[in-house]
């Protein structure tokens, strides 16, 4: 019997109009940031893909004025009607220019091509045609007859998603009438200064949108500004401690959209093939860099053998390699310090006496990639079964009866997300209502929408994005 | 009845898991009346009732977050029935300790009287609300309900010792969450009372838990305790609620946002402190045959 072999199928990376010095956007204009230059790297060559000019304290400063000015003189004050075609131009600009992003996307942040441009920017397109809808609809929202803005949002994203998070923040933002000042991560700033190319192309007036990329110092500029009314910040757990603290006793709001251990809870009636399709998805999409990642995998004694057996196969069949081609399903871990992070908690996993099994995909020479790696017979107290690992990782372990599951499943300080897979309706209701998690996933995982609320329980920070819930964050409610 | 007859005193202690013990510590300290007059020796809770009562917190929350709206609704409204038998202690009460007249004093216990019924209605009613069925891009049926965060440290308002303190106390429990309350200081006679109302109202025992104390020296150990969800720092003033909110970010605790003062209380609520207590949660599910 012979075996096809996959032909190499690469998007062209022309596609992304690369430029080779990018710059910060303040009051409607590319500006020289008085910061340190940044190089935004390709994570799979480790090229540098161009030059991107950073904020200073005081370009911060003048973004923070420019989005005051805006507010004040424009923004507040125009009509939810005017505003709302504003959102539905950004949201119809996003699809004009889709393959373009995904491709810069991938190229700066490493993921897949096919999820860059079939999830992240079809995603973001649909956020800002959500949000564009409820700009002159704030009254039936539930917050009152005339709900009012907070003003001036800093809002601060990570590196996983960075146009899906920056979509997530500024649509919700404008809709209900406060302007921006948006900090992208320092590995991923490229398609958030082009989204600000976009914002020009809208005739968006200037300040309503304000991008200063540069690392966690200016992030923390931004959060201790004086004249910020509002932060939103996605990130790890321990960086939104840090912020909460710093605004604790100021009038700022805050909404935290942080780290996560989900389980993914397999029951033995389960549809397994099925199971296992949702097990991939639920770590290995993104390359596991998913705040809401199902990590614990938590399965039914009695087929934890078999599902174990399907699911390595079925993991040894992921295509790692060059994000850029169509064919790819794990493309490169974002950053050598991340790449460093997830070995050190692989190998403690091993240490502490966890099965490694790894996925003998060949990994390209240049790059920052990790091999899809399963641990099974793993205890609760391992730090593989407690840390946020942020890659490619599975922990394995095992339950008896649907109680245990529970306790399993709700033993972490966090509480983002959780999956349940069950052929049984009631057990599916029985078990979402005692998961504590902001989202839960039964016989799916990893769906996101506009319309669905998205947030986390307890350690996993505060507030809701999307859904008539996401309004309440950006109104004085 | 004799005019001359001694009257037999309360003793006034903590409410916590259902009974009524004394500090751990075996502090109390003089509670006056508006004019200075002793009334009693209140318990003066420390650091371990904190610890105990927020135990029994975590033990209720099962239970109470997982009986029926309708259930919670009832006990809220008994609560109401309870108090209303007892209006004329209450009256008395605070009347002493906010130093008003009797028929202002009546009249603030009405309002609290009414606020228990206020937000019974509400137990079956919020999830309506503030729930949604998602209308999401795909074949999946996606709905969010919402759910009670968890235990509540409660820092009761110093000034109105009844009505504010239900006020505060109320939303905590209709939206099903469990609350470790810190009683105003100075004024700390009608909490207790309440507690005895709440121990004869059906509420199942650690749902809520009542300290006397200083909201200074307990607020902080509450705000940093790791198995409370969120916290209420009307109680500690301006000063106090910034501590308090520090302590909160190391466990990621929901802070509730109040005014700088105490608002009054007489106006009617809405239901910004049932959201503040309420996590919203969105299920997924595919749609196939």
């Not at chain 1, 373009?100 to 999820?115: Q, R, S, Y």
């Not at chain 1, 309503?208 to 009314?229: F, K, W």
């Amino acid at each position: 019997m012979s075996t096809w072999e996959y032909a190499p199928a690469p998007e062209s990376r022309e596609i992304a109009n690369l430029k080779p010095s990018y710059r910060p956007f303040i009051g409607g204009e590319f500006v020289d940031g008085s910061g340190e230059p940044l190089k935004s790297v390709n994570p799979a060559t480790e090229e540098v893909l161009a030059e991107v000019g950073t904020a200073s304290a005081s370009d911060v400063d003048a973004a923070v004025k420019a989005a005051r000015k805006a507010y004040d003189k424009t923004w507040r004050r125009m009509p939810g009607t005017e505003r709302a075609k504003y959102l539905f131009r950004i949201a119809r600009l996003i699809q004009e220019r889709s393959r373009e992003l995904a491709v810069l996307e991938t190229l700066d942040n490493g993921k897949p091509i096919k999820e860059s441009r079939d999830a992240d920017v079809p995603t973001a397109a649909a956020h800002f045609f959500y949000h564009a809808g409820w700009a002159d609809k704030l009254e039936y929202a539930g917050f009152g007859p005339d709900p009012q803005p907070l003003g001036v949002a800093g809002q601060i994203i990570p590196w996983n998603f960075p146009l899906l998070m920056l979509a997530w923040k500024i649509a919700p933002a404008l809709a209900t009438g406060n302007t921006v000042v948006l900090k992208p991560a320092e590995t991923t700033p490229l398609t958030a200064l082009v989204f600000a190319e976009i914002c020009q192309q809208a005739d968006l007036p200037p300040g309503v949108v304000n991008i200063v990329p540069g690392a966690g110092d200016i992030g923390a500029e931004l959060v201790n500004h004086a004249g910020i009314d509002k932060i939103a910040f996605t990130g790890s757990t321990d960086v939104g401690k840090l912020i909460q603290r710093s605004v604790a006793g100021t009038p700022k709001r805050l909404t935290l959209e942080l780290g996560g251990k989900a389980a993914n809870v397999v029951f033995d009636d389960a549809p397994l093939d099925q199971a296992v399709e949702g097990i991939v998805n639920g770590i290995f999409y993104n390359q596991g860099h998913v705040c809401c990642a199902g990590s614990r995998l938590l399965a039914q004694e009695s087929v934890v053998d078999e599902l174990l057996e399907k699911l390595r196969y079925r993991v040894s069949t992921l295509r790692l390699g060059d994000p850029l081609d169509k064919n790819t399903d794990i493309g490169a871990i974002n950053s050598a310090e991340q790449l460093t992070k997830i070995r050190e908690l692989t190998e403690s996993g091993v240490a502490e006496g966890a099965e490694r099994w790894t996925s003998p995909c060949p990994l390209p020479e240049r790059g920052f990639f990790f091999a899809p790696t399963v641990f099974s017979n793993v205890e609760q107290s391992m730090r593989i079964a407690r840390e946020e690992i942020f890659g490619p990782v599975l922990s394995v372990l095992t339950f008896r009866t649907p109680a245990e599951a529970v306790a399993k499943a709700n033993n972490t300080p966090y509480g983002l997300s959780a999956g349940i897979w069950t052929e049984k309706g009631s057990r599916i209701l029985w078990m979402a209502n005692r998961l504590r998690a902001g989202v839960v996933w039964a016989n799916t995982f990893n769906r996101f929408d506009p319309t669905a609320p998205f947030g986390g329980y307890q350690e996993s920070g505060f507030g809701r994005e999307g859904g008539r819930t996401g309004l309440e964050g950006y109104l004085d409610v | 009845m004799s005019d001359n007859r001694i009257s037999v005193a309360k003793t006034y202690k903590l409410y916590v898991d259902g009974k009524f013990p004394r500090s751990e510590s075996g502090r109390t300290y003089p509670v006056t009346d508006s004019k200075g007059t002793f009334l009693a020796n209140a318990a003066h809770a420390s650091r371990k009732d904190v610890r105990d009562a927020v135990v029994a917190a975590r033990k209720a929350f099962g239970g109470w977050s997982g009986a029926t709206a309708y259930n919670r609704g009832q006990v809220l409204y008994r609560v109401a029935e309870m108090m209303e038998g007892r209006r004329e202690q209450f009256v008395a009460e605070v009347a002493a300790s906010e130093g008003l007249p009797s028929r202002k004093a009546q009249s603030v216990v009405d309002a609290a009287v009414d606020r228990w019924v206020w937000y019974a209605g509400w137990t079956d009613k919020i999830a309506t609300v503030l729930g949604a069925a998602n209308p999401v891009a795909g074949p999946y049926f996606s709905f969010t309900v919402p759910e009670p965060t968890g235990v509540v440290g409660v820092l009761a308002p110093q000034e109105s010792s009844l009505l504010g303190l239900v006020s505060v106390v109320a939303p905590v429990l209709a939206t099903g969450c469990t609350a470790v309350v810190v009683s105003s200081a100075e004024r700390p006679l009608p909490a207790i009372t309440l507690s005895e109302v709440l121990a004869t109202s059906d509420v199942p025992a650690g749902v809520v838990n009542v300290l006397t104390g200083r909201a200074g020296e307990l607020g902080p150990w509450l705000a940093s305790h790791g198995d409370v969800n969120a916290i209420d720092p009307t109680g500690a003033g301006p000063v106090g609620r910034v501590e308090i909110a520090r302590e909160a970010a190391g466990t990621v605790k929901r802070v509730l946002a109040v005014p700088e003062d105490e608002p009054d209380w007489t106006q009617r609520p809405d239901i910004a402190r049932l959201r503040r207590y309420l996590e919203p949660k969105t299920v997924w599910h595919p749609m196939g045959v």
